[in-house]
């Protein structure tokens, strides 16, 4: 599966993604201390839906465009306001969804002055268009890496805490052991940080092998979510997607559980839509 940013920009992938990632930079910044956010694989942070590749795939319309139309309830509006204020708030938004903030401008967003952003991507176009994104922006580091060196040179960060975001293409065949590798080694360098890895769910099979791994890893506290628009199919196009977290908030199980049955009602596309939360691993017992 080639899952190049661009074409697939919020689409229900991103929905669950970014859903999350702004209910965890929340929480970090319950604290007055700064945070770093990492993001590895950052595509070109700023997509524009009525040109190009987003406009060829229009999956958006499956994703964003359809939790826009909805009327969530007070909780659930208030649990995904951080994350669709930024939607709303684009100054290209001022008339109708026209763009959508990838995972760096959400981010940047949400950051308070004590907060840091690292964005890398490999990708010779992806990275011009990233780094004049964020040109002059002092808060923010765009460099032209791969992400997998990124996720293993960029931690510990300076501030101590943060968040990791990985996000990968998903274009090789061993991407999943490639994430699992990268993840691990990544958490030995930092055991505090809080990590959200996305991945695509189209064979099962493969999933749960890549579960299977994480699990017997030694990493405590994973704990795994799932987004289903319908029945995932091998040969077919994405349906859903996960997310493993290592250190997720204590507050995110209950949040999730409460966000998640509305997601999916509104981005059901048909038989065999769901949603999961559960605990891959637990806390390290003593003694």
Same mark, same amino acid.
């Given at each position: 599966?080639?899952?190049?940013?661009?074409?697939?920009?919020?689409?229900?992938? *991103?929905?669950?993604?970014?859903?999350?990632?702004?209910?965890?930079?929340?929480?970090?910044?319950?604290?007055?201390?700064?945070?770093?956010?990492?993001?590895?694989?950052?595509?070109?942070?700023?997509?524009?839906?009525?040109?190009?590749?987003?406009? =060829?795939?229009?999956? /958006?319309?499956?994703?964003?465009?359809?939790?826009?139309? %909805?009327? !969530?309830?007070?909780?659930?509006?208030?649990?995904?306001? !951080?994350?669709? *204020?930024?939607?709303?708030?684009?100054?290209?938004? %001022?008339?109708?969804?026209?763009?959508?903030?990838?995972?760096?401008?959400?981010?940047?967003?949400?950051?308070?002055?004590?907060?840091?952003?690292?964005?890398?991507?490999?990708?010779? *176009?992806?990275?011009?268009?990233?780094?004049?994104?964020?040109?002059?922006?002092?808060?923010?580091?765009?460099?032209?890496?791969?992400?997998?060196?990124?996720?293993?040179?960029?931690?510990?960060?300076?501030?101590?805490? +943060?968040?990791?975001?990985?996000?990968?293409?998903?274009?090789?065949?061993?991407?999943?052991?490639?994430?699992?590798?990268?993840?691990? =080694?990544? /958490?030995?360098?930092?055991?505090?940080?809080?990590?959200?890895?996305?991945?695509?769910?189209?064979?099962?099979?493969?999933?749960?092998?890549?579960?299977?791994?994480?699990?017997?890893? +030694?990493? !405590?506290?994973?704990?795994?979510?799932?987004?289903?628009?319908?029945?995932?199919? %091998?040969? +077919?196009?994405?349906?859903?997607?996960?997310?493993?977290?290592?250190?997720? !908030? &204590?507050?995110? =199980?209950?949040?999730?559980?409460?966000?998640?049955? &509305?997601?999916?009602?509104?981005?059901?596309?048909?038989?065999?839509?769901?949603?999961?939360?559960?605990?891959?691993?637990?806390?390290?017992?003593?003694?």
């Amino acid at each position: 599966m080639n899952y190049r940013h661009a074409f697939h920009a919020g689409n229900i992938g *991103d929905v669950l993604k970014h859903a999350v990632l702004a209910r965890v930079i929340t929480y970090l910044q319950a604290k007055p201390g700064g945070i770093r956010i990492i993001d590895t694989h950052a595509g070109i942070g700023l997509y524009d839906l009525t040109k190009g590749d987003a406009l =060829k795939t229009g999956e /958006w319309r499956q994703g964003i465009g359809k939790i826009l139309e %909805a009327n !969530p309830p007070k909780q659930i509006a208030e649990l995904l306001a !951080p994350w669709l *204020d930024v939607v709303r708030d684009m100054p290209e938004n %001022a008339d109708g969804l026209k763009v959508y903030p990838g995972s760096p401008v959400l981010a940047r967003r949400l950051m308070r002055p004590q907060d840091r952003l690292s964005v890398t991507e490999l990708h010779p *176009d992806d990275y011009k268009r990233l780094a004049e994104l964020f040109a002059g922006d002092v808060h923010v580091k765009a460099i032209e890496l791969d992400g997998w060196n990124a996720l293993r040179g960029f931690v510990p960060p300076k501030e101590s805490r +943060g968040v990791v975001l990985v996000d990968p293409a998903f274009e090789e065949t061993n991407d999943f052991q490639t994430l699992a590798t990268g993840i691990y =080694k990544a /958490w030995r360098r930092f055991g505090t940080g809080c990590y959200i890895a996305w991945y695509p769910i189209k064979d099962r099979k493969t999933v749960n092998r890549f579960y299977d791994a994480m699990s017997q890893a +030694g990493i !405590p506290r994973i704990q795994i979510t799932e987004l289903m628009a319908a029945k995932p199919r %091998a040969g +077919g196009p994405m349906t859903g997607s996960g997310l493993l977290m290592i250190n997720a !908030p &204590w507050t995110l =199980k209950a949040e999730l559980q409460t966000l998640l049955p &509305w997601l999916t009602k509104v981005v059901a596309q048909g038989a065999g839509a769901d949603w999961r939360f559960f605990d891959l691993t637990g806390e390290i017992k003593e003694g």
